[in-house]
C-alpha cells in the first residue's frame, strides 16, 4: 500500500520507505517497528481519537514476537519525525497526547497514491540498522542515573532563568523580544515566545487547556506566558522528550511584568 501525505511525501508501507512525490531518488528508510508505527496512525487517522500505547504495543511489537517499552516507542517516534522534517514536513505532524497516545495531526492531508504510479527504487543498504532485540533493556549504572537527576535539575533552572529574561527583556526593549498572543482561554489572554503555526495549534491548545485545569483567574490584568520546548540531551530524550512552562504573570499600566507564578511540567510518563 502506498500513501501520499501532504501532497509531498509517498509512504509505502511494504519497504517502509518514505520518498519525495517530485523526487523519487530522495527517500528515507525507516525501520520495521517505525514503519509499522506510521502505518497504524494512518490506518486510524479518521476516528477521531489518539492510538493508545497499548494498541501500538500489541500491534507493532508484540504481534511480531517483540518485546515493547516505552523507550523503543519514543525511539520509533523520533525516527518518523526525523524522517518526516528532512523530506519538508513539520515534526508536529505527529501529535502527543500525555498519558493517552498520538495521532497525525488534522491539518495532514493522506490520500491514497494511483495504482499505475511504480515505487521509487530502493536498494537497502547492507547493515544499515541493527536487528531489534527481544531482550528487555538493561538497568541503567545508578551513576548514570545521579547524572540524569542533576541534568533535569539544571535543565529547569536554566528554564526558569531564560523564560524570565526573555519577559524581562521583552519589556525593556521591544526590539530584543516580542510576546505573541495565541488565543484566549476563559478570561486568560495566552502568549507565547514564538509564532504558532497551524500544524501546532492543535498540540498547543492541548497542553494549554490541561496546564489551566484548576481554573486559574486572569482578572486584574493578568496574562499566561507558554512555552513547549523538545528536549534533544540524548541521555534523558527516551524519558523526556517534551517540557512545557507555563508562566502567570501580571501586566501593569506602565508595560513591565511582575508577580510571576511559573509552572513547569515534564512529561515523563508520555510517549
Known amino acids: 500500500m502506498k500513501y501520499i501525505i501532504n501532497s509531498t511525501v509517498a509512504f509505502d508501507t511494504t519497504e517502509y520507505l518514505l520518498t519525495l512525490v517530485d523526487d523519487a531518488n530522495t527517500s528515507v528508510k525507516l525501520s520495521n517497528s517505525a514503519g509499522r508505527v506510521l502505518e497504524?496512525?494512518?490506518?486510524?487517522?479518521?476516528?477521531?481519537e489518539p492510538v493508545t500505547r497499548e494498541h501500538l504495543f500489541a500491534n507493532v511489537w508484540s504481534a511480531h514476537g517483540l518485546n515493547p517499552s516505552n523507550g523503543n516507542l519514543n525511539q520509533q517516534v523520533s525516527i518518523i519525525r526525523k524522517g518526516l522534517t528532512s523530506l519538508g514536513l513539520d515534526a508536529s505532524a505527529i501529535v502527543t497526547f500525555p498519558k493517552r497516545g498520538l495521532k497525525l495531526n488534522d491539518q495532514l492531508v493522506i490520500s491514497f497514491a494511483e495504482e499505475d504510479i511504480p515505487p521509487p527504487t530502493y536498494t537497502p543498504a547492507v547493515n544499515t540498522f541493527s536487528p531489534e532485540t527481544t531482550q528487555p533493556p538493561t538497568a541503567k549504572p545508578s551513576g548514570e542515573k545521579k547524572n540524569i537527576n542533576a541534568t533535569l535539575i539544571l535543565l529547569m533552572v536554566i528554564a526558569m532563568l531564560l523564560t524570565v529574561s526573555m519577559a524581562y527583556i521583552y519589556y525593556e526593549d521591544d526590539d530584543s523580544q516580542k510576546l505573541y498572543f495565541f488565543s484566549q482561554i476563559n478570561l486568560c489572554k495566552i502568549y507565547t515566545f514564538h509564532p504558532i503555526s497551524e500544524l501546532e495549534k492543535d498540540d498547543y491548545n492541548l497542553r494549554i487547556t490541561e496546564a489551566m485545569t484548576e481554573n486559574i483567574d486572569c482578572t486584574n490584568n493578568y496574562i499566561i506566558i507558554f512555552s513547549k520546548m523538545v528536549?534533544?540531551?540524548?541521555?534523558?530524550?527516551?524519558?523526556?522528550?517534551?517540557?512545557?512552562?507555563?508562566a502567570k504573570s501580571r501586566r501593569e499600566d506602565n508595560g513591565y511584568i511582575s508577580h510571576y507564578l511559573n509552572f513547569f511540567f515534564y512529561n515523563r510518563d508520555e510517549i
Open 40 to 48: 497504524e496512525l494512518i490506518q486510524y487517522r479518521g476516528t477521531g
Open 231 to 246: 528536549i534533544p540531551y540524548h541521555l534523558i530524550q527516551n524519558n523526556i522528550n517534551v517540557r512545557t512552562f507555563m
